[in-house]
């Protein structure tokens, strides 16, 4: 299913404008939330609309007390227009993963990635293939998609900075109070850059709205 930012201020519109009624809003929500459920909310455009969605999928539920059911109201609906008409702002946090079925193509190279840095942190010594491997990740080409393609770009960015091409190793870092430990932080970074791509750790999606254009930002 294919939604936007725009399709969900237009299908709010037009309830409020009397075009489109409390139902459909509802069932429309309700697919567009299954959809993002389901495996769309490693779409940046889909992800940022998750408390909406979740909202205006039960906004044509019919109450029910016994049941624990009970419908969003108009006012939430109202609230979620003046945020998108950017009269209001607004900020979230999402705690997520990326499951292995959603990975992309790419995928082999990351868990190799994420092997060989495993094995740097733990021996100290550059595996044979590290070099290529270094050289495979700053190659890829770059888009901004999905959240594969975020993280992608943040590993390779950061790969970019530490890597140096000439001498097939890390460059060292400059020091300032840094406190002694016996594990490269950067490394380590690395490794949970690597770990959030592969799906074996979570991460953290802050999103903001200013506006009524959202924000989004990466935490590990």
């Known amino acids: 299913m294919e939604y936007h930012i725009f399709d969900l201020k237009r299908h709010i519109d037009a309830y409020f404008q009397g075009t489109c009624s409390r139902s459909e809003l509802g069932a429309w929500g309700k697919e567009a939330f299954y959809d993002l459920l389901t495996g769309g909310y490693i779409e940046q455009k889909k992800l940022v609309l998750y408390p909406f969605l979740k909202t205006i999928s039960q906004f044509h539920l019919e109450e029910n007390d016994s049941l624990d059911v009970y ?128 799906g074996s750790q979570n991460f953290i999606c802050l999103i903001s709205y200013e506006g009524g254009e959202p924000t989004l930002q990466l935490f590990l």
């Not at 499951?99 to 094995?119: C, G, I, N």
């Open 71 to 198: 419908p969003s109201t108009e006012e939430e609906i109202q609230a979620i227009q003046r945020i998108l008409q950017g009269k209001q702002a607004y900020s979230y946090q999402i705690v997520l993963s990326l499951p292995p079925r959603f990975q992309p193509p790419s995928a082999p190279l990351w868990e190799r990635a994420k092997h060989a840095v495993d094995t740097l942190l733990r021996t100290s010594a550059y595996p044979d293939d590290f070099a290529s491997l270094m050289d495979s990740i700053l190659q890829l080409p770059r888009s901004d998609r999905t959240l594969f393609d975020r993280l992608q770009r943040e590993i390779a960015a950061f790969c970019s900075a530490l890597w140096d091409t000439d001498t097939s190793r890390f460059q060292a870092p400059l020091r300032l109070y840094a406190h002694r430990s016996n594990s490269d932080i950067r490394l380590l970074k690395l490794r949970d850059l690597l770990a959030c791509y592969t």
